[in-house]
Structure formats: C-alpha cells, structure tokens
C-alpha cells in the first residue's frame, strides 16, 4: 500500500507531499448515539486496523476549520513500525461522531483546525496554529518521528536504563545477620507480635531468579529463616515479596529513563533519583502502595542493602535506614 510508509532513518526528511493521502471512508461507524460516544477512538483505531491487518499504536486526526480546508488527514503508527496516512472522507454519519470530540462543532460554532491524539484510552487536542501548522504540513516527516511511540524505539529505550543503571549494581552487601535477630526478638516481645512459622523459600528464591537475572538478596533469605510474615506489621513473606517485586517491574519495563528519573529530587545521593528499579526488591508493605526496599543499585552516597522507601507516593526513592537492622531497631524506638 503506497500510503503505509516504514519507520527509517530517511523519514525525518520527508515533507507532506512526499506522503500518499489515499481519501478513506470509516465504514465501520454505528448509527450515531450521544450515550456510546467514547468508543469513537476505538472505532476508528479498528478502521485502520480492518485495512492493514495491524494493531494501531498511535493514531492522530487532523480536522479542518471551515475557511481553509475541508481535509480530515489520519496518521497512525502501526504495530510493525510502520505509518499509515490517509484522508477520510466527511461523511454525514462520521461528521455526527465527530462532535463527540470537537466541542465546537457539538455547539454550531466555527470550529477550528486540530490535531487530535486519539489513543485507546484517552484523547487530548491540540490547536494548529500557523506555526504548528507549517511543522505538520511542511516537515511532515520530522513532525512524525517526534511523535513516534516508545514502541517502535524499545531497545533503543531499553539500553538507556541499562546504560543508565549499571555502574550503579552492586550486589556485595553487609549486613550484622545477629543485630537483626537481636531486634526482631526485642520487637516482637515489646509489642506482641506474632510470627507465622519460617517455611521452605528456595523454589521462590530461584523463580526469583529466574526473573530478575540475579539472586535473591542473601540478607532477605536469611531475614526469612526468622518468619514467614509477622501478623500485624508490613514484613511480608518471600512469595509477596516476589509477587510485589514483579508487580513494579511493570512501570519500569514500560517507561522511559526519562520518565523514570525524578530530576527535582532531593535526597542526598545515597538512593538514586528514580521512581523504581529491578533492584529494589520491597519486604515491607506501608499500606497505599508504598514499601520499604534493600536496595542493590545504591547511588554514590549509599552502600548496597541499604533500605530505601519507595513507591506510589512517591516520585523517587529515598533513604529510610542504614541497613535492616537499623530499620528494626527504629520501629522499636517508634513512639508512634
């Protein structure tokens, strides 16, 4: 198809005319109803799909104003990194949808020209000023690549967390494995704590494994011969802790470094400035989404096993104490 263009290096040189704007019409738009408006992104990312076979990525709708054009232009990235372009056509039924999104023509009032960013969740506008305008319809092909979804640049993406974290792993930690009991007792007899019996860890330790590309931190498997959870308090056992430590790799696989990197942090150079990272491995629920992690990926301040605080609270990490038996020792000291 001459309208499906490949993500390469030439791109960014190519102007409007360079692209193939074949005149489309969505045949797959229901008869208009106010009540299911939101699934006119959907509509139209599965009208691109049902003519390329592809998965839509990204997809953007420029519409007109009604004094300089009467175009409506289609960019969208598709799941093989490639673009497809197009214009579709104003038809009744597809003017009635687009009131869905385009409030000034909901009301009858002159609209003007936009840039639509229809994702499958979510939508936002754009107007097209003169100077937007000249970036879309003259360096067409630069205006593409700046809006290329992460997917089609992964390992690019990919290798600059591993640039980025790498000096920073360091798996030779510390830690007084004895102080550590010594507190635990004197914090579960101060308070009345109860211990769920220690139980075998090592097919969870080795899944652990299997995942991460390193071990379980020894400190954690030692910690665990101690318990398997103590009721009442946010120490959770190895299979949470596995299960959460999955959980956060989510955001992280699906960020950028760029969107990861807290740059108005204001700790003090021992954790790094992140939001997370396969090497905080969390053994502490706060509640709200928070925790308390031994930290293998300390910055240059900071030594490795030390626990740092992170999580959906929070914009990066931050020191919470020293080591774990720091850590226990507060709680018992914790007026609170």
């Given at each position: 198809m001459q309208n499906i263009c490949a993500y390469n290096d030439t791109l960014k040189t190519k102007k409007w005319h360079d692209f193939h704007f074949p005149a489309i019409e969505i045949t797959n738009l229901p008869s208009f109803s106010q009540d299911e408006s939101y699934i006119f992104s959907d509509l139209l990312h599965q009208a691109v799909k049902d003519r390329t076979g592809q998965d839509v990525l990204?997809?953007?709708?420029?519409?007109p104003d009604t004094q300089s054009s009467d175009h409506f232009y289609m960019l969208a990235y598709l799941q093989d990194e490639t673009i497809f372009t197009a214009e579709v056509i104003n038809t009744p039924l597809f003017s009635q949808w687009l009131t869905t999104i385009d409030r000034e023509r909901r009301k009858g009032v002159e609209p003007k020209s936009k840039l639509y960013d229809l994702a499958s969740n979510s939508l936002s506008s754009r107007p097209i000023s003169r100077a937007?305008?000249?970036?879309?319809?003259?360096?067409?092909?630069?205006?593409?690549?700046?809006?290329i979804p992460?997917?089609?640049k992964a390992e690019e993406l990919a290798q600059q967390k591993i640039d980025y974290i790498n000096p920073f792993i360091n798996f030779d930690?510390?830690?007084?494995?004895?102080?550590?009991?010594?507190?635990?007792?004197?914090?579960?007899e101060s308070e009345g704590l109860k211990i769920i019996e220690p139980i075998d860890n090592r097919a969870i330790y080795q899944q652990f494994k299997t995942q991460a590309g390193f071990e379980f931190p020894t400190i954690l498997k030692d910690f665990l011969t101690l318990h398997n959870g103590i009721e009442k308090t946010g120490f959770?056992?190895?299979q949470t802790i596995l299960k959460e430590w999955s959980d956060w790799q989510t955001p992280y696989q699906k960020w950028t470094q760029e969107d990861l990197l807290d740059t108005y942090s204001s700790n003090d150079g021992t954790v790094l400035p992140l939001y997370c990272t396969p090497y905080w491995i969390?053994?502490?629920d706060q509640g709200c989404g928070n925790f308390y992690a031994i930290d293998l990926a300390p910055n240059s301040k900071g030594k490795p096993g030390q626990v740092i605080s992170f999580g959906a609270d929070q914009e990066s990490g931050y020191l919470q104490a020293h080591s774990l038996a720091e850590l226990i020792a507060g709680f018992i000291h914790n007026e609170d």
């Open positions: 990204k997809l953007f709708l420029i519409t937007f305008a000249e970036q879309i319809f003259t360096h067409t092909g630069e205006f593409i690549d700046e809006n992460n997917a089609f930690s510390h830690e007084d494995f004895s102080l550590v009991k010594q507190n635990l007792t004197q914090l579960v959770m056992n190895a969390p053994f502490f």
